[in-house]
């Protein structure tokens, strides 16, 4: 766990957000094609603003840590806003995490999107940030999640 920096450790040891919201707006769960594990994260939204997201994961606990400083991060903002939050945004808000974690942030930033993808679709709304996004794409490459 030495790997970990306090910030970290302390999402991970007291998470935010966990749980699961009922009557979600948008649902939407992604797994790692990495290391496998899983991230559910809910939303509930109005007039376009994430009023409330809730999570769980199925992860280590850098994944963990993601999901709770990533639900923090979108409560409040914009749908457009959070579509616009980036697994580097999620790092820099746990002050770092160490190369091989890297992965674990993309699970939370993939999550998201695919909960927003998820409400957009039962609305018949689009968004800009959406474009090209598909909940099922299983990115093998890793290019996007910067795992070599
Ligand atoms: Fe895969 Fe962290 S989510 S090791």
Request: aromatic letters at 6%.
């Amino acid at each position: 766990m030495a790997m970990y920096n306090d910030k970290v450790m302390d999402h991970f040891m007291n998470p935010h957000n966990v749980g699961e919201i009922e009557n979600a707006d948008g649902s939407g769960t992604y797994g790692s094609p990495v290391c496998g594990d899983m991230m559910k994260i809910d939303i509930k939204v109005k007039d376009d603003v994430i009023k409330d997201a809730k999570f769980k994961t199925f992860g280590c606990g850098s994944a963990i840590a993601s999901s709770s400083v990533a639900t923090d991060m979108i409560i409040g903002l914009t749908i457009d806003e959070a579509l616009a939050v980036t697994n580097k945004q999620i790092i820099n808000e746990l002050g770092g995490l160490p190369a091989v974690k890297i992965h674990c942030s993309v699970l939370a930033d993939h999550a998201i999107k695919s909960a927003i993808y998820d409400y957009a679709q039962k609305n018949g709304k689009t968004y800009k940030g959406l474009e090209g996004f598909d909940p099922n794409a299983d990115e093998d490459d890793h290019e996007s999640c910067g795992v070599e």
